[in-house]
């Protein structure tokens, strides 16, 4: 993670879709808006009609809803959820077209070859969205040693977001590896018909931090083995 050192690799450079595992980046750009200040934990931000309108994993924002930052940064992190990825990238950039601007300017100036975005949530898109496997872990990397909270939010198995109201809601991780092995603590599950399962993992053991990245597995099964053996 560190060093960036390739250790293991195979058809690291194909451009494949994503999926939610695009949301690294977004929460890459989300992280280093919190360290400039531009968003706190505990600030609230509104819910737009556009936000709320998002399909696909999500916390059933309605409009006009007030969240804390904090509780959208753990419902990307932890349920992947695109309603909450909007609602913050609207509130860094304005729109989520803005912000996507930013993402592939951020792809640029991290040398990513084989990187475009064209949404920030990794919600199936007509127009050219994709990685590759190295392009990923660098970016994995990048978000794992500027922002390591990141890791904080993402090695929770579940969590409540709207606690001590009628409705709270059970955040559950999509990434069930950090339930069965705890040293691994991140970082983003990608799902959609055309990208099939996808993972960007993390664990730290004996003071070396690794990544892995798996994409276009057919089974959750292959998923998880490949992820284990690497």
């Known amino acids: 993670a560190n060093t960036k050192t390739v250790l ?4 690291s450079d194909a451009r494949l879709e994503m999926a939610s595992m695009t949301k690294v980046m977004s929460l890459l750009l989300i992280f280093e808006a919190i360290e400039e200040g531009r968003l706190t934990l505990n600030q609230e931000l509104i819910c737009s009609e556009y936000a709320a309108s998002k399909g696909g994993s999500q916390i059933f924002l309605e409009v006009g809803e007030k969240m804390k930052v904090d509780d959208l940064v753990k419902s990307v992190c932890i349920a992947s959820a695109n309603d909450a990825t909007i609602v913050l990238a609207e509130a860094i950039s304005g729109t989520e077209k803005t912000f996507v601007e ?3 300017q951020k792809a640029s100036e ?3 070859k084989n990187t475009i975005y064209a949404n920030a949530t990794g919600l199936p898109i007509s127009e050219k969205h994709f990685t590759s496997a190295y ?3 660098i970016v994995a990397s990048e978000i ?3 922002y390591p909270k990141v890791l904080e939010y993402s090695s929770l198995y579940e969590d409540y977001i709207r606690k001590d109201t009628p409705k709270q809601f059970w955040l ?3 990434n069930k590896l950090i339930k069965t092995h705890p040293e691994i603590d991140g970082l983003k599950t990608g799902w959609t018909e055309a990208a099939r399962y996808c993972l960007t ?8 931090r690794l990544i892995s990245v798996v994409m ?3 089974t959750v099964k292959d998923r998880t083995e490949k992820t284990l053996e690497l």
């Open 110 to 112: 991290l040398n990513l």
């Open 201 to 208: 993992a993390t664990q730290e053991k004996n003071g070396m």
């Open 172 to 174: 559950v991780n999509t």
């Open 135 to 137: 392009d990923m872990a």
């Open 8 to 11: 293991k690799q195979s058809l």
């Open 102 to 104: 930013r993402m592939n």
């Open 216 to 218: 276009g597995s057919n």
């Open 144 to 146: 794992i040693n500027k």
